[in-house]
C-alpha cells in the first residue's frame, strides 16, 4: 500500500502525545449529552474539582485553585499576566519550547524580563540564578517548566524551589505535562503558582487549565492583569464569591469530563500509582527501541517518564511522515520532534496507556521500519 492511501485510512488510534492523550472510554461518555451551567448542581462539580487540584498540589492547608477557559498556555499568559506587578522583574530559565513561550508571553506583555538560557539539552543551573539572584536585586519573580516537554526533561524543582525561597522571590512553575503523573507538593517545593490542565496527566480533554497558589497570594494579585479574559484574580474572585461560578461560558463538557478523570485517577491509587505506570511505560518504550537500535536524546538520568526523545534513525529512505503514516494505520499516533539542534521524533507515554499498549507499539514499529512500498 502506498503512502498516500494510508492517509485516507481513518482508524481508531492511540495517542503517544504529550496531550491531548488517550483517554478512557468513560471519560469521553460524560460529554455524550448537553448540560448546563447556571446552577447549584454545576457550581457544586466546580467547588469539587478544585478542592480536589488543591489536595493533588499539597498536604498543607491555605492553597486554592482556579479554572481558566482555554488550553494550558492561556492559563501561563494568565498567570504571567496577572501576577508580576508593574514594577516587578521576572527571570525565566529556559531550556526548550516552553520555557521561551513564558519568555515571549512576558515581552509581548511588557514585562521587564530576562532569560538564563541553558540550551535544549542541559537542566537549568542553579548556580547561575543564585549568582544572577545576588547581582540584580531588581528581579522579585522566578518561572521555569517543571518538565520540559520539548525535549522530556525533568527540571530541578526542588534546587530551584529553594533558592526561590531563600532569596524571597515568588516562583512560577509551568507544570503542564507532569502534574497529576509526578508527586509534587508545591508547598514544600516553595511554588507560588502552580499551572497544569485539563488534558495532561489528569487525563480529561482539552479546554480548560488551572492555576494553583495560597489564598494570601491570590489576594495579593488584585487589580495587576493586564487582560480582561485572562484576569486570573478575577476569575478566582468570582469563583470563590458565587461558588464555583465562572466568569465567562464555562467549558461544561470537558469539565464533566474532567470530574470522572479525577474520580479514575483516585480509583487508579492516586498519583503514585499513576507515576509508577507512566514509568513501566516508559520503561517498556525504551528498552523496546534500543533493541531496535533506537538511541534516546536525553541520559537516562534527565529522563521523565512523561515524554521522550529519540533520535531519527540515520539510513537514507527514513522519512518521519512515512512512519507516522504506517503507525498510525497500525493504531499509533506519535509525535514529531521539536528539538532545534538534533533531528528526532518523540513519544508520549501518558494517558489511558499502559506497558502492553507499548509493546504492541514496539511491534507496530518494528514491521514499520522495514515496510516496503510496492
Ligand atoms: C502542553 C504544555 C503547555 C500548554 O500547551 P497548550 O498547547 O497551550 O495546551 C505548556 N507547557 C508545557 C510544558 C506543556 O507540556
New binding site residues.
Given amino acids: 500500500m502506498q503512502a498516500k492511501e494510508i492517509n485516507k485510512i481513518e482508524n481508531p488510534y492511540l495517542l503517544l502525545t504529550?496531550?491531548p492523550l488517550s483517554t478512557t472510554q468513560s471519560v469521553k461518555q460524560k460529554m455524550l449529552r448537553d448540560w448546563c451551567t447556571w446552577d447549584n448542581d454545576y457550581n457544586q462539580i466546580v467547588q469539587q474539582i478544585r478542592s480536589q487540584l488543591v489536595r493533588l498540589a499539597t498536604s498543607q492547608s491555605g492553597y486554592t485553585a482556579t479554572l481558566m477557559q482555554g488550553?494550558?498556555?492561556f492559563s501561563?499568559e494568565s498567570t504571567i499576566g496577572s501576577v508580576i506587578p508593574e514594577d516587578g522583574k521576572l527571570v525565566v530559565l529556559v531550556n526548550g519550547e516552553?520555557g521561551r513561550r513564558i519568555v515571549q508571553i512576558a515581552n509581548k506583555l511588557g514585562i521587564n524580563t530576562i532569560d538564563i538560557d541553558s540550551g535544549e539539552l542541559a537542566p537549568p543551573d542553579p548556580q547561575a540564578l543564585s549568582k544572577l539572584l545576588l547581582q540584580d536585586e531588581q528581579i522579585t519573580h522566578i518561572a521555569m517548566?517543571h518538565?520540559?516537554?520539548t525535549t522530556g526533561m525533568l527540571n530541578p524543582l526542588t534546587e530551584i524551589g529553594e533558592i526561590a525561597h531563600k532569596h524571597n522571590k515568588v516562583f512560577i512553575v509551568?507544570a503542564?505535562?507532569s502534574f497529576g503523573g509526578t508527586a509534587i507538593d508545591m508547598a514544600e517545593l516553595h511554588i507560588d503558582f502552580l499551572i497544569s490542565?485539563a488534558n495532561?496527566c489528569i487525563q480529561g480533554v482539552?479546554g480548560f487549565g488551572f492555576v494553583l497558589a495560597k489564598h494570601s497570594s491570590m489576594n495579593a494579585i488584585a487589580n495587576r492583569s493586564r487582560s480582561v479574559s485572562l484576569d486570573l484574580y478575577d476569575q478566582w474572585r468570582c469563583m470563590e464569591d458565587n461558588q464555583g461560578k465562572w466568569r465567562f461560558t464555562s467549558p461544561t463538557h470537558v469539565v464533566r469530563a474532567f470530574a470522572e478523570a479525577l474520580k479514575e485517577l483516585e480509583a487508579e491509587g492516586g498519583v503514585g500509582a499513576r507515576q509508577q505506570r507512566y514509568y513501566e511505560n516508559q520503561r517498556t518504550l525504551v528498552t523496546g527501541m534500543q533493541r531496535l537500535g533506537f538511541e534516546c536524546l536525553l541520559d537516562a538520568k534527565l529522563q521523565s517518564s512523561i515524554i521522550t526523545s529519540f533520535y531519527s534513525p540515520q539510513h537514507a529512505d527514513y522519512n518521519f511522515k512515512r512512519l507516522y503514516d504506517l503507525l498510525k494505520l497500525k493504531g499509533f499516533v506519535i509525535y514529531p520532534g521539536k528539538v532545534s539542534k538534533a533531528d528526532c521524533f518523540r513519544i508520549g507515554t501518558i494517558g489511558d496507556v499502559w506497558p502492553s499498549d507499548l509493546d504492541k507499539f514496539i511491534k507496530a514499529i518494528e514491521t514499520a521500519m522495514y515496510w516496503k512500498d510496492d
Avoid: I, L, R
Fill in positions: 504529550p496531550g488550553s494550558g498556555t501561563v516552553y517548566v518538565c520540559e516537554t509551568d503542564m505535562s490542565s495532561k482539552p
